[in-house]
């Protein structure tokens, strides 16, 4: 019979039940003895939902309090020597402030895991450390689970690939205990490619890291486990040989003593090139994702070895539509018949980023909802594809006919194309949205409009949803709130953001984003072609989630979406008011796009519907707008070979978005948590004006590059990180422009925190505003006189 498991399961609950407890914890309404209880009810309901779906083989470790790479860390003792933890097991107060950062150390580095809108915790590495077990987590809930009669998988980031995501630091400087600690090392983590800071590199690592991995297996054989998950999906990258190469002796190594049954899955690429290296290892089983690359197929088919499991992903973890089940067993049928009962079906990966449960919403129209698969239905497809090949295709009639007429609604409904939007992508024809001079010029008729200083400040955008703006959002929804009322309330907001930011002398004001709840959902709900869910959220980090909309067919904007606010604010104020949008790619990134059509044809339809929004705002007087994509370079294929197609199309639908704004329009980016050393020619050429970039964790050591490269328009690095509820000093600050003025010439600078404040307090964002603008003021006196 054909197996069914899960790679993993979304942590959050169908209530966010994790966001609520992990924030009454931080706030201190709950003790950690309440939090571990919470977490387990969430587990237990978890296993149970997959149990009920008919999957044979439970994950166990995907659970996380807040990400899967941090608690790999822990268990491996990989603790950054700055928070001086010395002990035998990581308490919860360590493991929270290398997520959060504490009173007196900021956070670890946070990236994007691959190419999703998932952030994970980047571990640090430093030449000569040592990696011991230091925590029992991932045993606790293997008997947790066993103890409920369930048949546990542990899951666990593979060695090769936890390296490989990490990161070299100085040690010297982690030993310190005070914030200003320094590095000088540069690493393209995320999907890129490392470059090595020349201290050392990190994979010499491994020969000390292997030992605790072995322990883990062992401790999990010893508990009973039949099979553990260990997942490489470093394996689907352009890795370096020498790190291909590892692989071999890395599993070789694991391979001996007492140890579980090893399956290694990959997913979010092909692996084709590495077949013969993976079929040869001493492993029990691979898992292909089939749904990126179903062509790999054939290269592991043939010669596949005799006494390995195969699992496939043929149903999308990382979309929301449902699947084509025909399609699937079409795919599915060469591997059943060759492999029988070694043959293992999963979603494609870990359901982490999928919603939970379509059942939730009740608000969707039947035709929309009949095209759509979360979580829970996404296992309920495996299942139906098991069965089918097992018993054959009149055991799943039903369920085959109920898929196979959503997608032939999907494919025929007149909601999905708008002729209109068609006509004028055809009118675009190879236009490349150039503005119509280059920067220079425009970079001195915008200093003419509006004189700011040397070392301009702004922020990012948004201010902080107080529970005040989202119960007024949430009461209009309703209808308990009328149009007009909300409308002042809303502007009341506006007014005190406005205020503030004069108050505090800041020289670009936004006005604080109070009317939306995402900035990506904001402009969804606004635009034709784009579908909501009221459950739908997924984790992005830690506490943090996201709802993404559902870009279901053609886009384009019906009416202005963000004029008013924007005009309304700039008539409270002298100073620069600037416009925000979200970018064409970011919108496209961070929804669940339609795969009926390629990716870029979308992009182009959102970037005219913006180049529309910011044509009103133009005209409304708004003279600086910012486009944010943050999301640009997580949008990037994890192949190099795909990525000059990409970034051509993603660098001219941002053009597109702002090719109206005259010289004197000054067009702002915004770009998060991203390495940008292998893509700076496609950034620069975006042609933004201004762009502003996440530097702080990171201790401006992104701007080496755009030195090396000699970015040619303006740059706003952050100077403090607002993932964390720490205030930063004035010092600290400045010292962070001195290194940005060392790279990037002063009159090409901006000071500006590095993302949005929206999901921050006022009482943290004051005073670390009046710092900021403090350390502005001391580094322009530093320059030229101030």
């Not at 008997?143 to 048949?151: D, I, V, Y």
């Not at 596949?304 to 049928?333: C, E, Q």
């Not at 009103?616 to 000059?644: C, N, S, V």
Request: aromatic share 8%.
């Amino acid at each position: 019979m054909t197996v069914v498991h899960n790679l993993g399961f979304p942590r959050i609950g169908h209530k966010r039940e994790l966001k609520k407890a992990l924030e009454s914890f931080w706030s201190k309404e709950i003790d950690e003895k309440e939090l571990q209880s919470r977490a387990a009810l969430l587990r237990e309901r978890h296993w149970r939902i997959q149990q009920t779906c008919g999957v044979d083989i439970v994950p166990v470790g995907d659970f996380s309090l807040y990400d899967h790479m941090l608690d790999m860390s822990v268990t491996l003792g990989a603790i950054p020597p700055r928070y001086g933890f010395s002990g035998d097991r990581v308490d919860m107060g360590t493991f929270f402030a290398m997520a959060r950062g504490s009173a007196t150390q900021p956070a670890m580095e946070m990236t994007k895991w691959f190419d999703t809108n998932y952030h994970y915790i980047v571990p640090e590495f430093h030449e000569g450390m040592d990696f011991r077990l230091a925590s029992d987590r991932i045993f606790n809930e293997v008997r947790e689970a066993r103890a409920l009669g369930l048949n546990a998988k542990p899951v666990l980031v593979g060695p090769i690939t936890y390296l490989w995501l990490g990161k070299e630091k100085d040690p010297a400087a982690q030993a310190h205990h005070e914030i200003q600690h320094h590095h000088d090392d540069s690493a393209c983590h995320g999907h890129g490619a490392p470059v090595s800071d020349g201290c050392f590199d990190r994979l010499t690592l491994l020969p000390k890291l292997l030992p605790v991995y072995a322990e883990l297996l062992a401790g999990m054989a010893a508990e009973g486990v039949e099979w553990v998950q260990l997942d490489e999906p470093a394996l689907a990258l352009d890795l370096p040989s020498n790190w291909i190469a590892a692989f071999d002796g890395a599993y070789q190594s694991l391979s001996r003593g007492k140890a579980p049954k090893i399956l290694l899955a990959t997913y979010f690429e092909s692996v084709a090139a590495h077949a013969g290296l993976l079929k040869a290892l001493p492993v029990a089983g691979i898992h292909l994702d089939l749904r990126r690359a179903p062509q790999q197929l054939n290269a592991f088919l043939q010669g596949y070895p005799a006494d390995k499991v195969l699992s496939l992903g043929v149903v999308d973890g990382r979309n929301v539509w449902r699947s084509d089940l025909d399609g699937a067993l079409a795919l599915l049928h060469p591997a059943h018949d060759q492999l029988g009962d070694r043959l293992w079906l999963a979603p494609s990966c870990s359901l982490l980023h999928s919603p939970v449960d379509l059942q939730q919403e009740t608000e969707l129209d039947a035709e929309l909802k009949s095209w759509l698969a979360f979580a829970v239905q996404k296992l309920d497809e495996v299942a139906v594809l098991a069965r089918a090949m097992d018993k054959g295709v009149d055991h799943a009639g039903p369920e085959l006919a109920a898929a196979r007429a959503a997608v032939a609604s999907r494919k025929s409904s007149p909601r999905i194309h708008n002729a209109a939007v068609a006509t004028r992508l055809e009118d675009l024809g190879q236009d490349d949205g150039q503005r119509s001079s280059p920067f220079p010029v425009r970079q001195a008729a915008q200093r003419k409009r509006f004189k700011l200083p040397l070392f301009p400040t702004t922020t990012i955008g948004s201010f902080p949803q107080t529970p005040e703006i989202r119960q007024a959002r949430l009461k209009h929804r309703k209808g308990e709130l009328s149009d007009a009322d909300y409308q002042k309330a809303m502007e009341a907001e506006i007014a005190h953001v406005v205020k503030e930011q004069e108050r505090l002398d800041i020289d670009v004001l936004v006005h604080g984003e109070p009317e939306r709840n995402d900035m990506v959902e904001y402009f969804g709900e606004q635009l034709a072609g784009f579908a909501f869910t009221r459950h739908g959220w997924v984790q992005s980090y830690g506490s943090r989630y996201v709802k993404p909309p559902l870009i279901f067919g053609d886009v384009s904007r019906p009416t202005p979406m963000t004029v008013t606010w924007s005009k309304y604010a700039q008539s409270l104020t002298q100073r620069p008011m600037k416009g925000m949008l979200t970018g064409p790619v970011t919108i496209l990134q961070w929804s669940f796009v339609r795969d009926d059509q390629p990716r870029e044809r979308t992009a182009l339809q959102i970037a005219l519907a913006i180049r529309d929004e910011l044509a009103d705002l133009i005209q409304a007087g708004i003279g600086i707008i910012q486009i944010d994509e943050p999301a640009y370079r997580e949008g990037l294929p994890l192949k190099r070979a795909d990525w000059d197609a990409y970034l051509n199309w993603a660098s001219r639908a941002f053009r597109i978005s702002a090719q109206v704004a005259a010289d004197d329009v000054q067009i702002h980016t915004h770009m998060c948590y991203s390495e940008f050393n292998d893509i700076l020619p496609a950034i620069a050429a975006m042609d933004a004006d201004v762009i502003t970039i996440e530097t702080s964790r990171s201790q401006m050591e992104l701007l080496d590059a755009f030195a090396t490269f000699n970015y040619p328009n303006e740059i706003g690095p952050g100077v403090y990180d607002i993932h964390s509820p720490r205030v930063p000093g004035v010092d600290e600050m400045v010292d962070l422009m001195e290194k940005a003025v060392k790279v990037v010439p002063a009159d090409r600078l901006w000071v500006n925190p590095d993302c949005g404040l929206k999901t921050r307090k006022w009482p943290e964002v004051l005073p670390a505003l009046e710092h900021m603008v403090e350390a502005a003021r001391r580094i322009r006196a530093r320059h030229h006189g101030g």
